[in-house]
C-alpha cells in the first residue's frame, strides 16, 4: 500500500507578512511577547474578510430563508454562495454540501441516520488513531448490536497498522471511519487506499478530513470516499462544521427530521434554523484560501485552482517549518517525541506534533509556555484511543504544538529556546 504524499510543491513562496496582515488577532501581546498561536489544531485565528462577512450578515441580510422579501433573499443567496464555496474546496457538486453544528454534531446525526439501516451483527471500523468524534459517534451504534472493530498502529511512528486494517474489514463490514490527519501527532492517513479496501468489501468509507483541512487539498472525486467530514474554524473560518455526502447516499439514508421541513438536498440533512451568519464566514474563509492561491500563483483561473495554488504553497511553507521544529526538539534531552521524525517520511505527515518533556506533565509545560505568549495544548485533545495506547494518558496526555501558515520560524525558534530552558530548570 503505497504511503500518501501532498502535493509536490510548483507554487511561489508562500508571503507570510501579507498572510499575517490578514489576521488582525496574531497581533496580541501576552506578558510584553506577541503571541504564538501554536494552538491551530484546537481552532484557528480568522482573516478579517471573516469577521467582515459575519458583520455584513448582520447589516444586510439577517432573516431566516425562502421569504418573500429583499434580505431573505440575500440571505439566501449568501447560503447559496457559500456552499459552492466549500464545494470547490471539496471538489463536489452544491448539493451534496451540508453544513451543521460541528464535526461531531453531524457525525452523530449520520450514525443515527446509517445505523436505522444496520442489523446487531454488522460492523464498523474505527481506529487507534483518531479523535473521538470519528469514534464515539459509530460505537453509540453498540446499543443495536453493531460490532465496532478498532483498528491498531505502529506505537514507533504513531502510523496505522495496514496490516491490522485489512484484517478488520469484512463481508459483515458496513462502514471504515478514518481520520485523514491525526489531530494529535501529525500523520496522513492513506485514505484513497483504504477507501478501496472498504469499497471491495462493500462498505461505506468515511473521512474525518478535520484536521487535514487546513494543511492540505481535499479531493472527494479523486478519493471516492462516500462521506467527509471537517470544520471551518480549523481552517480559517466560524464555529460550525461541513459535510460532504455522495448524493446518492444523501437521498437513501433517512435523517431525523421535521415533517414540514423540506426533503429535497441538501436541506432534508440541515436541521432546524442554521448558524446563517456564520456560514457567511464560511464562504469568506473559502474565498480568504483562494485569494493566498492566486497571490501564489496568479495565472490560475478559478476558484478551485486558486485554492489547488494555496495548498500548495502552504505545504511547502509548513513543511520547512516542521522540519525546523522537530530538528531542534530531537535535541532536547529528555524529550519524548511521538510521531513521524524522519525528513525523508514528512510527505506522510503535517504540521502538527506531540511531545513529553522529562517527568513534566504537560499542563506545567503548557502553563510555562502559555506565561510567555507562546500557546500549545496539553492533555488527549480528545484522540483519547491513542493516549490510551501510548500510556500517557494517565500521566496527563501530551503536549501539542500545531503549526499552520500563518506561523513563523521566529515563533519555532521561540519555542525551542523557552523549551530548552525549561528542560535546563
Ligand atoms: C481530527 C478531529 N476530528 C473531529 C474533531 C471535532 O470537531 P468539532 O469540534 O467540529 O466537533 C476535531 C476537533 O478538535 C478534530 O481535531
Redesign the pocket.
Known sequence: MSTPVLQETKSKPLDNAWVREQFPSLKLRVNGQPAAFLDG??GTQVPRQVMDAVQNYYLHSNANTCGAFATSRDNDAMIASARASMADLFNCDKDEVVFGQ????I?FALSRAIGRELKPGDEVVVTTL??D??VAPWRALEEKGVVIRQVDIHEEDCTLDLEDLKRKITSKTKLVAV?Y???AVGTINPVAEITKLAHAAGALMFI?A??YAPHGSIDVKALDCDFL?C?P??FFGP?M?TLYGKREHLLRFAPYKLRPAPDTLPDRWETGTQVQELIAGIGAAVDYIADLGRRCEPEVNDRRGALLAAYRATRQYETALISRLIEGLLAIPGLRFFGIRDPKRFGERCSTLSIRLGNHTPTEVAAYLGERGIFTWDGN???LNLTERLGVEQSGGLLRIGLVHYNTMEEVERLLGALGEFSGK
Open positions: 489544531p484546537a460541528n464535526m461531531t454534531t457525525t483518531d479523535h468524534a470519528n481520520g490527519a491525526s489531530n474525518d478535520v484536521h467530514v470544520s474554524y480549523k464555529h462544521g485533545y480528545y484522540a
